[in-house]
């Protein structure tokens, strides 16, 4: 319950928020990606404001409209990361950016980046303090009609999902299709299903470090031009 309180709190804070915030990109220092390799999580790291107290990465692949996100986790360094899901071999390239919101409500934004896909992307090992976060993610949902097997990336290590209205639960559509059982494009069409997660389960996880702020940001908003909101 406290979970889902957090999430609305924190959603009504970012709808209220001045689009114009979103200026405050530069305070939020994404750290280089040169490329993504296919089923490889790719690790995003940020700087950002000392201030800051949750962070989000908001990612799409390419041609595709809404965005997910996943909750980052902040370093002793000050420093903001998270793993993404592994991008399919399929996926040529996808968008990402990250936002942070403080205590006081106030939200900062990188500028969206791109980066492409490639096999012979060069990637290094996870550290061990970070195998845990890297082999149990979350995403988070950004639209009610969005299937919790994201276009685009591979079903891999994701347990779990938000919906918009901030609740936690399994994701067994991904947990079907790392099985077999479901088709890629009937488990597309399977969006908000699901049985909500234990309170002992949820507990567990976050004691772990496996959940971030677990903050649902429904980030469909305002954008100019033809888009659809972006934070």
């Not at 997910?68 to 986790?73: A, E, F, I, K, S």
């Not at 360094?77 to 996808?94: E, I």
């Not at 909500?196 to 507990?203: A, E, K, M, N, Q």
Request: proline share 7%; net charge positive; glycine share 8%.
């Amino acid at each position: 319950m406290r979970h889902k309180i957090t999430a609305l709190v924190t959603l009504v804070a970012m709808c209220v928020a001045p689009f114009a915030t979103a200026a405050e990109g530069s305070d939020v220092n994404v750290l280089p990606i040169g490329c993504a390799a296919p089923s490889i999580h790719p690790r995003v790291v940020a700087n950002v404001p000392a201030s800051a107290v949750s962070g989000q990465v908001f990612f799409k692949a390419e041609g595709t409209t809404n965005e997910y996100y996943v909750d980052m986790r902040k370093a002793a360094d000050g420093t903001m990361w998270a793993y993404l899901p592994a991008p399919a071999p399929s996926t040529k390239s996808f968008t990402y950016r990250v936002v942070t919101l403080d205590n006081a409500g106030k939200r900062a934004s990188s500028p969206m980046m791109t980066l492409t896909t490639s096999a012979n992307c060069t990637t290094s090992g996870v550290p061990s303090n970070e195998r845990a976060a890297q082999a149990a993610i979350v995403i988070g949902l950004t639209n009610n009609s969005q299937s919790p097997v994201p276009t685009g990336f591979e079903c891999k290590d994701i347990v779990s999902y938000i919906t918009v209205a901030g609740e936690m639960r399994p994701n067994d559509e991904c947990r079907r299709m790392m099985a077999g059982a479901v088709p890629a494009a009937g488990a597309a069409k399977t969006a908000e299903a699901g049985i909500g997660l234990s309170r002992g389960t949820i507990v567990a996880l976050t004691a772990a470090g496996l959940v971030g702020a677990g903050i649902a940001i429904n980030d469909h908003r305002k954008k100019p031009k033809k888009s659809k909101s972006k934070p």
